[in-house]
């Protein structure tokens, strides 16, 4: 079983279009996370829900929005796709804040064209 | 700032070689270190956690140390294994902000 899994793996979109990447996780834990590599491969925290609460916020465009319908669940919603959007996104998990360990998921590679 | 600095960017080795990477960081305070093995296309695993009390830590063929003191982490593989080729990540925890702070990867290829 696929402890945390992210569809789809990957995202060819326009420039302007709203997409959504989905994160679930099998693990029980309380709070999950959304990171971004770069091109550069600098893994980098954009968002962290604990018990569906927002934690962490990085500095994200607002068109960046997450949304935790449940503990299992946090998927992320992008408006207004931009070519510096580009990059692959990674969800994670924990058994409640740092340092518990992160699992992190597959990975979805967006591409915008 | 908080940082954490990897060397090198980048390793080739042949097969059955030893290898060490390097991580500095200036991360305070400090919670613990881990080191991530992060596959082509895949998400980072954790290979080793140590607190900032532990100077070593094993997991099969790999062995993390750690100098609070100086804020510097080592990761040595030995008999390196066609497998080993990922990127290899420092990530030191804010204990502040809990906060995972990542540095960026030494990108390390094992030739047969």
């Known amino acids: 079983d696929t402890a945390v899994s992210q569809t789809p793996k990957y995202l060819v979109t326009q420039m302007g279009n709203d997409k959504s990447i989905k994160c679930e996780q099998n693990?029980?834990?309380?709070?999950m996370y959304w990171y971004k590599q770069d091109s550069k491969k600098f893994l980098k925290i954009m968002f962290s829900?604990?018990?569906?609460?927002?934690?962490i916020n990085e500095t994200v465009p607002n068109r960046f929005s997450p949304k935790s319908p449940d503990k299992a669940h946090l998927n992320l919603h992008i408006n207004s796709l931009e070519l510096g959007d580009s990059a692959v996104y990674f969800c994670?998990?924990?058994?409640?804040?740092?340092?518990?360990?992160?699992?992190f998921g597959p990975g979805t590679r967006l591409t915008v064209l | 700032k908080n940082q954490v600095e990897q060397s090198p960017q980048s390793l080739i080795i042949l097969e059955g070689k030893n290898c060490t990477l390097q991580?500095?960081?200036?991360?305070?305070?400090?919670?613990?270190l881990r080191w991530y093995k992060q596959d082509t296309g895949r998400g980072p695993v954790s290979l080793t956690i140590?607190?900032?009390?532990?100077n070593t830590k094993s997991n099969g063929r790999y062995t993390a140390t750690l100098d609070a003191d100086t804020k510097q982490s080592s990761l040595h593989i030995t008999a390196s294994q066609l497998s080993d080729s990922a990127s290899y990540i420092c990530?030191?925890?804010?204990?502040?902000?809990?906060?995972?702070?990542f540095g960026t990867g030494t990108r390390l290829k094992v030739l047969a």
């Open positions: 994670a998990s924990s058994q409640r804040l740092a340092p518990n360990e992160q699992f």
């Open positions: 693990l029980g834990h309380d709070t």
């Open positions: 829900y604990n018990n569906k609460e927002l934690i």
């Open positions: 991580c500095n960081y200036t991360v305070s305070p400090f919670s613990n």
């Open positions: 140590m607190t900032f009390s532990e």
């Open positions: 990530v030191v925890i804010d204990s502040g902000t809990y906060k995972y702070i």
